[in-house]
């Protein structure tokens, strides 16, 4: 079976690679095809793979390429990890909205936006690659802005593009933990947009456990969302949001903390990794250990701003394990190619599944995934306060959806100031035209 990976010379690769090092079973994958437009980042992903696959003699053959047409052509599984732009483009993002005074995260506010205006086209391109040379293969997306760009995908292949976090994965598991339950048999009630997301209960044995948990102060504060969110939110809301939420909740602070660190995350990554990569240059260096050393410093920094901003200081031990995209993605690809039955929270199209949202909209909701697909679980309807953020995000996702269709510039500030965490007309405009100057890629924007 052949994977392609799109964004192959990508840092968190080497975690995919390990996660299929793992799988023996018949119909596992064999071949693996990197994808990236830098073939100095393709070659050094690639001597980190060949560190890993070097005591296993069933490993699956790795390939690079720098062609799109030559990766993707009669692929079973497509990966789609891509970052236009790179860091650079992300550091950018962040600088140009703290500037105007609003947020510039990569995935929520101006700076989700601008990443989304800058990757829509380059997806859809993507898809429709896919859909003339492997119409039969399965994309699986990881590129973020997640649930958009799984939208933008899918109004070409339909079902058969499937998004992926390791968000709520995280979250699941600190929750169970907490309660002492096994995170693989606990039924998940998670429901929302990518990074917009509730925990509204978890399940064991049929009975749901998580009133249990907002009941004990000590027990909410024990884990990385209770500490950013506080015991007396948590238990106001009936639910455990996804940790992005705190940019919403808690917003103010989080954009004070954010002007006032020695850097934005954006730049910290741009700085960290292009040591890495450098290092990569040298034909004798250990490959393996740089890629070990730079993810653990990459994990421990988290979200640092937002625990700053909460006054919780550093993350712990327990929360430094990754939510396990890498996971994820390899029980998506069991399920689908062996009918190995699973459930997974996942970006697909709603149908039908939240009332509030049409039958295209791409949510994040748990899924029963066989050959066929993800197929979305019927859940309770959204509280009100839930309504309204997840339907003003699906505006604005919609908004960029039509700008990069069109080219339109008011279709683009429509996005930013439709936002909940834009505040002014004026300050969209601004940012439209700062992004347009500092990014090539959003030259398109022209049309009024």
């Not at 080219?407 to 996005?415: D, E, F, Q, T, Y």
């Not at 936002?419 to 969209?428: C, G, N, Q």
Request: charged content about 25%; hydrophobic content about 45%.
């Amino acid at each position: 079976m052949k994977l392609t990976i799109l964004g192959g010379g990508g840092f968190r690769v080497p975690l995919v690679y390990g996660a299929l090092l793992g799988d023996h079973a018949e119909g596992r994958v064999t071949r693996v095809t990197l994808h990236d437009v830098d073939a100095d980042r393709l070659g050094a992903v690639a001597r980190v793979l060949a560190e890993q696959a070097a005591a296993q003699p069933d490993a699956p053959l790795v390939t690079v390429t720098t062609d799109l047409d030559e990766a993707v052509r009669d692929a079973d599984f497509v990966f789609s990890a891509i970052r236009v732009g790179g860091l650079a483009g992300r550091a950018a993002d962040e600088r140009i909205a703290l500037a105007e005074g609003v947020l510039g995260q990569e995935t929520v506010g101006a700076g989700g936006i601008a990443y989304g205006l800058r990757t829509v086209p380059v997806a859809v391109h993507i898809a429709r690659r896919v859909a003339a040379l492997a119409p039969d293969a399965w994309v699986i997306n990881f590129t973020n802005p997640a649930g958009l760009v799984t939208e933008a995908m899918s109004r070409i292949l339909g079902d058969r593009v499937i998004g992926i976090c390791d968000s709520p994965v995280g979250l699941g598991r600190r929750v169970a933990r907490v309660l002492g339950a096994d995170p693989g048999t606990a039924w998940i009630d998670y429901v929302g947009l990518n990074h917009l997301g509730w925990l509204r209960g978890l399940r064991v044995a049929g009975r749901d456990e998580l009133p249990r948990l907002l009941a004990d102060t000590e027990a909410l504060g024990s884990f990385e969302e209770g500490r950013l969110f506080g015991p007396d939110w948590l238990r106001s809301l009936g639910a455990i949001p996804n940790e992005y939420l705190h940019y919403y909740y808690f917003n103010r602070e989080t954009v004070r903390a954010y002007q006032e660190a020695k850097q934005t995350r954006g730049a910290f990554l741009k700085e960290q990794q292009a040591g890495f990569y450098e290092a990569m240059k040298k034909p004798g260096a250990p490959a393996l250990a740089a890629w070990h050393r730079t993810l653990a410093e990459r994990e421990a920094t988290y979200m640092a701003a937002n625990r700053e901003a909460a006054g919780v200081g550093e993350r712990d031990e327990d929360d430094l394990e990754s939510g396990g995209y890498e996971k994820v993605a390899l029980a998506l690809m069991r399920a689908v190619a062996r009918d190995e039955r699973t459930t997974l929270i996942l970006n697909v199209r709603n149908r039908g599944t939240l009332s509030v949202l049409d039958a295209e909209a791409v949510i994040e909701v748990p899924c029963f995934v066989d050959a066929n697909g993800a197929h979305p679980v019927a859940v309770a309807p959204l509280p009100y306060h839930a309504v309204g953020l997840v339907t003003s995000v699906k505006a604005v996702e919609r908004e960029v959806l039509e700008a990069a269709e069109g080219g339109s510039r008011a279709h683009a500030v429509k996005a930013f100031a439709l936002h909940p965490l834009v505040d002014s007309v004026t300050v969209a405009r601004r940012l439209v035209d700062g992004y347009r100057a500092e990014h090539p890629g959003l030259a398109y924007l022209t049309r009024t």
